[in-house]
């Protein structure tokens, strides 16, 4: 009865890879995001998608491309991984309207040797 | 930009006893939502509190309380009883209206001392 769910949980790659992290929700949200924590624990605004549409995109490296089949997933492609996007990754879900609760997943904790 | 400050990056506190986390924002809107949001070290972000901007009553969640005071644009978290179990880092966040995205804090590490 996961509400916001990620996998996997850990991730630890070479640089030059290509990795996804996979999110899904199952509260009934149409809105999901991604945010990046890293390694001072500062978090920040990636990508939101509303009903599978790119609401924003806060300069983010092409390398990232998300991709959201349905409004229940969010899916996060990274291309040629550099070791800078070592981090943690959280996927977080809501109903549309600003004011709504951020729902977060466990986090992907993403390590680039 | 319009930024969260969050000024003390560390605080402890006696379990039992009430603490205080500040925060302090910037932000051109009249209308918005801020957050404090738990962490602990299972990662997992927890929702601890919330206050609407144009609500002037601070709100109140069993042991934790905020102090909203919007002409300072200032949202302290406060802690009674303290527990154990609170040990984490705590961020404040902030949400403009018309945005979707949260902004965050740099997160305050609370650690409470049996």
């Known amino acids: 009865d996961t509400a916001v769910s990620q996998t996997p949980k850990y991730l630890v790659t070479q640089m030059g890879n290509d990795k996804s992290i996979k999110c899904e929700q199952n509260l009934g949200h149409d809105t999901m995001y991604w945010y990046k924590q890293d390694s001072k624990k500062f978090l920040k605004i990636m990508f939101s998608y509303n009903n599978k549409e790119l609401i924003i995109n806060e300069t983010v490296p092409n390398r990232f491309s998300p991709k959201s089949p349905d409004k229940a997933h969010l899916n996060l492609h990274i291309n040629s991984l550099e070791l800078g996007d070592s981090a943690v990754y959280f996927c977080a879900s809501s109903l549309v309207g600003s004011y709504n609760e951020q729902f977060f997943g466990p986090g992907t904790r993403l390590t680039v040797l | 930009a319009q930024t969260v400050t969050q000024s003390q990056p560390e605080m402890s506190v006696q379990e039992a006893e009430t603490v205080t986390l500040s925060c302090t924002y910037d932000t051109s809107e009249s209308d918005y939502y801020l957050f404090w949001y738990k962490q602990p070290p299972s990662r997992q972000m927890i929702l601890v509190i919330r206050q609407e901007a144009y609500k002037q009553q601070n709100a109140t969640e069993n042991r934790f309380s905020v102090n909203f005071q919007k002409a300072a644009k200032s949202f302290s978290l406060k802690i009674s009883d303290s527990q154990l179990g609170d040990a984490a880092m705590y961020f404040c966040?902030?949400?403009?209206?018309?945005?979707?995205?949260?902004?965050f804090g740099q997160g305050t590490r609370l650690t409470i001392n049996p």
């Open positions: 966040a902030r949400i403009d209206q018309g945005a979707q995205k949260l902004v």
